[in-house]
Each structure stands twice: as structure tokens, then as C-alpha cells.
């Protein structure tokens, strides 16, 4: 049984940063292809960041103010979100693949207001 639990969410102002994480537990491994996605009300589920055979990938909307990286001692993925915008406020979630089968978090939200 694999499972993703995020944390890190929560309410900032616009040109703050959060730091989110993921902590994945169960027949998993570290070095596994990981992504975060976000979705916003009333709209898709969006790809933010990918990570796979230590390739990074962001979304244009993201370049530059997010960064992504992992831990995999403790097997965890992070995003680092600075510069934030109130065009970010989102669920954030995490999503690792292994063997073809695909694992979700429950979801973080942040929120970008002042």
C-alpha cells in the first residue's frame, strides 16, 4: 500500500513563499517519477512541476519562482514556491508513478491573498 501525504499549505501573501511536502510510505521507490500538480475552483487539474530520471520540468506560469527537488533518504518530494501570486492560490498535489501504476496525495491548499 503506497501512500502521499502533503503539508506545507496554507494562507500567505502575495510575494511570500511556501514550502511544500511530500512524504511517500509503502512499496514505493525514492527514486520513482514524482510531479505536483495544482487545481484551481472551476478549473483543470494543471502539471506545475515534474521530475523524472533528474530532469526537472515547470509549467511557464511557475518558471523561475518554484523550485522542485526531492530527499530520496527520506523519500520525499518538495516544492519550494516563492514570488507567490494570487494566480496560485490552488490544491496542490502530489503524484508519484511506479510499474505503471499512478499514486495521488489528498491535496494542500494554498492561498494567495493579502
Known amino acids: 500500500q503506497v501512500q502521499l501525504v502533503e503539508s506545507g499549505g496554507g494562507l500567505v501573501q502575495p510575494g511570500g513563499s511556501l514550502r511544500l511536502s511530500c512524504v511517500a510510505s509503502?512499496?514505493?521507490?525514492?527514486?520513482?517519477?514524482a510531479q505536483w500538480y495544482r487545481q484551481a475552483p472551476e478549473k483543470q487539474r494543471e502539471l506545475v512541476a515534474s521530475?523524472?530520471?533528474?530532469?526537472?520540468n515547470y509549467a511557464d506560469s511557475v518558471k523561475g519562482r518554484f523550485t522542485m527537488s526531492r530527499d530520496n533518504a527520506k523519500n520525499t518530494v518538495y516544492l519550494q514556491m516563492n514570488s507567490l501570486r494570487p494566480e496560485d492560490t490552488a490544491v496542490y498535489y502530489c503524484?508519484?508513478?511506479?510499474?505503471?501504476?499512478?499514486?495521488w496525495g489528498q491535496g494542500t491548499q494554498v492561498t494567495v491573498s493579502s
Open positions: 521530475l523524472t530520471r533528474g530532469s526537472i
Open positions: 509503502g512499496n514505493i521507490r525514492s527514486d520513482s517519477a
Open positions: 503524484y508519484r508513478r511506479q510499474f505503471g501504476d499512478d499514486y
